[in-house]
């Protein structure tokens, strides 16, 4: 059975609109899955939701979608924010890619003193962002904020929102145990490959709003402990179970 290709689009999303793609979407639709004029395509935006839509002119010059009909309503995912020390080229747009899948709200690279990667590439990371979320049949693609430095993140940390810190010092638990009351809104924080220093382990357990959580005895790489921690969140608080609130 074939699958109807789904594409991210910045445009108003309407019925009957017919919408002139840019070039890039245009080969990708075209030359890379070789669709011609009447093609089905799903499109989304994260504001109007998704629409079914068929390719209607197909030239050198132009290829253009007519949005026919609405098939679902734009739904954000749980209030759960991402903060994490980014890493180097491939590692970091896998776990841009499965934070994206996991159902991540907003993606925050955070500079710790031990991050590696000193350069970031922020459009090759809501690129990616886009593509995980074209293929997991998200309506709503994260936003990808400007990196910032740990201790500015937590000077101006809003109110309510509980931010779930992977320790590695911690004894090893249960922990959903940890996180029984935690509702959403909600971040996750998972440190760099060397792990955060002694003040950066100070200043997080002296704040109110943060939780310390063990991932068990072993110790994960970053993206693994990234994936494991969001699916904890997301079991406790998030669209997995009964505790997510709108």
Same mark, same amino acid.
């Given at each position: 059975?074939?699958?109807?290709?789904?594409?991210?689009?910045?445009?108003?999303?309407?019925?009957?609109?017919?919408?002139?793609?840019?070039?890039? =979407?245009? *080969?990708?639709? #075209? %030359?890379?899955?070789?669709?011609?004029? %009447?093609?089905?395509?799903?499109?989304?935006?994260?504001?109007? %939701? &998704?629409?079914?839509?068929? $390719?209607?002119?197909?030239?050198?010059?132009?290829?253009?979608?007519?949005?026919?009909? +609405?098939?679902?309503?734009?739904? +954000?995912?749980?209030?759960?924010?991402? !903060?994490?020390?980014?890493?180097?080229?491939?590692? $970091?747009?896998?776990?841009?890619?499965?934070?994206?899948?996991? %159902?991540? /709200? /907003?993606?925050?690279?955070?500079?710790?003193?031990?991050?590696?990667?000193?350069? !970031?590439? $922020?459009?090759?990371?809501?690129?990616?962002?886009?593509?995980?979320?074209? =293929?997991?049949?998200?309506?709503?693609?994260? &936003?990808?904020?400007?990196?910032?430095?740990?201790?500015?993140?937590?000077?101006?940390?809003?109110?309510?929102?509980?931010?779930?810190?992977?320790?590695? #010092?911690?004894?090893?638990?249960?922990?959903?145990?940890?996180?029984?009351?935690? =509702?959403? @809104?909600?971040?996750? $924080?998972?440190?760099?490959?060397?792990?955060?220093?002694?003040?950066?382990?100070?200043?997080?357990?002296? /704040?109110?709003?943060?939780?310390? !959580?063990?991932?068990? @005895?072993?110790?994960? /790489?970053?993206? #693994?402990?990234?994936?494991?921690? +969001?699916?904890?969140? =997301?079991?406790?608080?998030?669209?997995?179970?009964?505790? *997510?609130?709108?």
């Amino acid at each position: 059975m074939k699958t109807t290709p789904r594409l991210n689009l910045e445009e108003t999303l309407s019925a009957t609109r017919e919408i002139v793609l840019s070039r890039e =979407q245009a *080969h990708y639709l #075209t %030359g890379v899955l070789r669709l011609s004029a %009447g093609d089905a395509v799903r499109v989304f935006n994260g504001r109007d %939701g &998704e629409w079914l839509a068929y $390719l209607a002119t197909v030239t050198k010059k132009n290829v253009s979608l007519h949005c026919e009909r +609405l098939v679902a309503e734009a739904k +954000l995912p749980p209030d759960i924010d991402y !903060i994490f020390a980014p890493l180097k080229h491939a590692r $970091l747009d896998y776990m841009v890619q499965k934070a994206t899948e996991l %159902g991540a /709200r /907003r993606l925050r690279p955070v500079m710790t003193s031990r991050t590696v990667a000193e350069r !970031i590439n $922020l459009e090759r990371m809501r690129a990616n962002v886009v593509e995980a979320a074209e =293929q997991c049949n998200l309506v709503h693609v994260p &936003e990808v904020l400007e990196p910032e430095k740990l201790k500015k993140i937590l000077a101006a940390w809003e109110k309510g929102r509980s931010l779930v810190y992977c320790d590695e #010092t911690k004894a090893a638990a249960n922990p959903f145990e940890s996180l029984k009351t935690l =509702q959403a @809104p909600s971040a996750v $924080l998972v440190g760099p490959e060397g792990g955060f220093t002694d003040e950066e382990k100070a200043l997080l357990k002296s /704040r109110e709003f943060v939780i310390p !959580i063990s991932l068990g @005895p072993r110790i994960m /790489r970053a993206d #693994t402990a990234a994936i494991a921690a +969001l699916t904890i969140v =997301q079991a406790m608080a998030g669209d997995w179970g009964n505790h *997510h609130k709108s």
